[in-house]
């Protein structure tokens, strides 16, 4: 009798940076034998890769290993549970208490140790291993390895990980640790594996990406815009993004890569979190509404096609009416092509969390609606204010629809392109003729052009 191949189910929560992880995890227990189920009732091992950021998301993790029971319960399998990720890291061996389907927990610094934790928890042990070695995880890790059939032309590399801007609202300082950046080699050397594989767009992450500053070949310190510079010389890489930013880090140096380096897209996630300089001190966020806006003005002077995103938390404790006014009022003057809204969830052990002045509920509710509703009425303004124009997409995908191939426009907007013959992996030019609620439709460039402006009028 043949043993069976090991299959492995990671899901993941939060952030980007749990994405790249799970890719490492599969790396790091492909060495194993393990393969990749299609699902977790195919599984031998399930990951739960968790984010502790609200309370909604940490709380997934606990209806999620309720679910497992249930399952191993009607199909009578018990696939190994492990809890990964920054609730594993914040609730460690409380985990294992509160539920008794789970038989090992692992903190985001700790995968590398995985394949001895998997034996563990094999011989009974639910072992809990939540240090902080970010070097060694860096150091140790495998590095991607699938082909591009099963990981697409966009991928995502980890640059810089935790954080020390301790945000008074925020768990990230406590769940990742404290800020530390790889090596340029190290990122170099992934890259160009990545891109030998088919890969030509590269997304840097970090929670505090800007904050970059790892050791170059020169044996100094370099910013993330040297990186990118760097990067840029990669032949077969076409785009470069970076993400999450944050305002105090953003260096003179970076807003002239968005000037200056064409592979470096227009598109940038910058959160301010609130328009109220009040809530910002209270924040910890250490700039003011004025200095995002500064800011802002010089990145678009370098690159004034710029798409802009960010982060809005409504609800921060003591925020008043005065206050949330001042958060519709920044949306208006920053002019965002997107953002990402938030309901402050008190999170236990951030200083935010013990403050009196707690905002009810449904007034959260309430700021919450008002900011969304401006947000997509600004995201749907950008989206058709590139009707009529001519842009550059990167073709990812087939299409919805047949005859249709699908990709990303440089500001991250989704393009369905009709009648396209472009490749996967191609980057073509397209002309956007509609809007619909999520993607752009594109024609390819000088097809039929009074086609294209007659549709675009009708859409405008
Ligand atoms: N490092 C990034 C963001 C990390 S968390 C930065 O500094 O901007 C992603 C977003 O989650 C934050 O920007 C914030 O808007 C939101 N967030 C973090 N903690 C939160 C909390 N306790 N309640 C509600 N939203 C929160
Ligand atoms: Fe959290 Fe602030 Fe750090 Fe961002 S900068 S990860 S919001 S503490
Ligand atoms: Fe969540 Fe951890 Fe990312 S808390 S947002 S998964 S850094």
């Known amino acids: 009798m043949t043993a069976r191949t090991p299959k492995l189910f990671v899901k993941s929560y939060g952030c980007q940076m749990n994405v790249y992880d799970a890719e490492r995890m599969a790396d790091a227990l492909a060495p194993e034998g393990y393969v990749a189920a299609t699902s977790a009732e195919d599984a031998d091992l399930i990951v739960l890769n968790t984010c502790h950021i609200r309370e909604k998301a940490a709380e997934k993790v606990y209806s999620e290993l309720g679910r497992i029971r249930k399952m191993g319960e009607e199909n009578g399998r018990k696939p190994l549970v492990a809890v990964a990720g920054c609730v594993a890291q914040a609730e460690g061996a409380e985990i294992l208490k509160r539920s008794g389907v789970v038989d090992l927990v692992v903190g985001p610094q700790s995968y590398q140790r995985l394949p001895d934790l998997i034996a563990r ?16 995880k860096f150091s140790s890790l495998a590095t991607p390895a699938r082909p591009l059939a099963t990981r697409g032309v966009t991928a995502f590399v980890t640059v810089q990980e935790g954080c020390d801007k ?10 990742r640790g404290a800020e530390a950046s790889r090596s340029v080699a190290q990122i170099v050397a992934e890259t160009e ?14 929670q505090n990406v800007d904050a970059y500053h790892g050791a170059g070949p020169d044996g100094r310190d370099w910013s993330l815009a040297r990186l990118l510079y760097r990067l840029a010389e990669i032949d077969g890489l076409a785009r470069l993004r970076y993400t999450t930013s944050h305002p105090r880090d953003f260096g ?7 000037r200056d380096c064409e ?8 959160p301010v ?12 966020r250490r700039h003011t509404a004025a200095d995002y806006l500064r800011l802002i003005e010089r990145i678009r002077d370098a690159r004034p096609d710029l798409a802009l995103s960010g982060d809005f938390i409504v609800g921060f404790p003591g925020e008043t009416d005065a206050d949330f006014d001042a958060t519709m009022q920044i949306v208006d003057a920053a002019g965002y092509a997107g953002a990402y809204t938030f ?7 951030t200083p935010a969390a013990e403050r009196e002045t707690q905002v009810d509920e449904a007034v959260k509710n309430e700021r919450l609606q008002r900011l969304q509703a401006r947000i997509t009425e600004r995201q749907a303004a950008f989206q058709r204010s590139l009707v009529g124009r001519r842009i550059e997409v990167l073709v990812e995908r087939v299409g919805r629809h047949s005859g249709q191939m699908a ?14 013959a472009a490749a996967i992996g191609e980057v073509v030019e397209v002309d956007v003729v509609g809007v619909g609620p999520n993607s752009l439709f594109a024609a390819p460039a000088g097809g039929a052009r009074e086609d294209i402006r007659m549709l675009a009028e009708a859409t405008a």
């Open 193 to 206: 594996r990545l891109v030998a594989q088919g890969v030509r767009e590269i997304t840097l992450l970090g």
């Open 407 to 420: 990709g990303r426009s440089p500001y991250l907007s989704p393009v369905q392109i009709d009648g396209s």
């Open 273 to 284: 979190q609130s328009g109220s300089d009040r809530i910002l001190k209270a924040m910890n």
């Open 166 to 175: 301790f945000c008074s609202f925020c768990v990230v300082p406590y769940t």
């Open 263 to 270: 592979k470096v897209m227009p598109y940038l996630h910058l």
């Open 343 to 349: 309901k402050y969830s008190p999170r236990p052990g």
């Open 252 to 258: 003179d140096d970076l807003i002239a890569a968005h």
């Open 121 to 136: 928890a094999k011989a009974g042990q639910r072992p809990v291993d939540t240090e902080f070695a970010v070097e060694e």
